[in-house]
C-alpha cells in the first residue's frame, strides 16, 4: 500500500470502487454516484443552472454519461470527483447554450471552466474541498453581480430565478402586471449578465 493509501484509506476504498466498476460492477459504479451524486448536485449544477429543476435533470443526465463513458476514466490521486465535476461542468454547459434567457451564467463562463479543470484535474483539490470552493465561488459571483444592480432587477431575479416563484407571485410582489414583469425580468437579466462580465472585462482592460 502507497503512503497516500495509508494516510487516506477512504481514497483507496474509492480506488478499488473504482476497479470494479470499471470491470462492469454496476453495484460499485452506483456506490460512487451516490456519494458524490449532492455535491455535484449542491456545489455545480444548481449554482450554475439557478433552478431545481434543472439542476436535478442535469445531474439525471450526468449520472448516465457517467455510466456510459466510464470506461474512459482513470484514476489519480485526487480521487474520481474531479473528472465527475467535469461531466456535470458539460451538462449544464449544454443546458445553458439550450435556454440562455433566465441563465445566471453564461455558457462561455462555464466552458472557460471546463478548459480549466481539463487541464489539471487536480488543481481544486479533494472532493470536499472542490465542493467548498464551488459554492463559494458561485455564490460570492452572483451576490457581488447583485448587489450592482438596480434594486428592483436584483429583487425580480431573486424571486423568479434564484427562489423559483411563479410569474404572477413575483410580479405581485413587485406591484406590476405580469407582461410588465416579463419585460423586468428580461431587463434584469441582461444587466446581471453584464455586471457578471465586468469583472473580467476590467481586469483585461487593466491589463493592457
Request: with cysteine; hydrophobic share 45%; charged share 35%.
Amino acid at each position: 500500500m502507497t503512503a497516500v493509501a495509508a494516510a487516506r484509506p477512504d481514497l483507496e476504498a474509492e480506488r478499488l470502487l473504482c476497479e470494479r466498476a470499471a470491470q462492469g460492477d454496476r453495484l460499485a459504479l452506483g456506490q460512487l454516484l451516490r456519494k458524490y451524486g449532492p455535491a455535484l448536485y449542491r456545489a455545480v449544477l444548481l449554482p450554475r443552472l439557478g433552478s431545481d429543476a434543472a439542476a436535478q435533470d442535469a445531474l439525471a443526465e450526468t449520472y448516465a454519461r457517467v455510466i456510459e463513458r466510464f470506461y474512459q476514466f482513470q484514476w489519480q490521486s485526487c480521487g474520481i470527483y474531479p473528472w465527475l465535476r467535469v461531466i456535470a461542468l458539460r451538462i449544464a454547459l449544454d443546458m445553458l447554450r439550450a435556454r440562455r434567457r433566465e441563465a445566471l451564467f453564461e455558457p462561455e463562463d462555464l466552458q472557460r471552466e471546463i478548459d480549466a479543470a481539463e487541464t489539471d484535474l487536480t488543481a481544486r483539490g479533494e472532493a470536499e474541498l472542490c465542493e467548498k470552493r464551488d459554492l463559494a465561488d458561485a455564490r460570492a459571483r452572483v451576490e457581488d453581480a447583485l448587489g450592482r444592480l438596480n434594486p428592483r432587477y436584483a429583487e425580480a431575479i431573486r424571486l423568479r430565478v434564484l427562489d423559483e416563484r411563479p410569474r404572477d407571485e413575483v410580479a405581485l410582489a413587485l406591484g406590476v402586471s405580469v407582461a410588465t414583469f416579463d419585460v423586468v425580468l428580461h431587463r434584469a437579466m441582461t444587466a446581471l449578465k453584464k455586471a457578471l462580465a465586468a469583472p473580467r472585462a476590467e481586469r483585461k482592460e487593466g491589463a493592457r
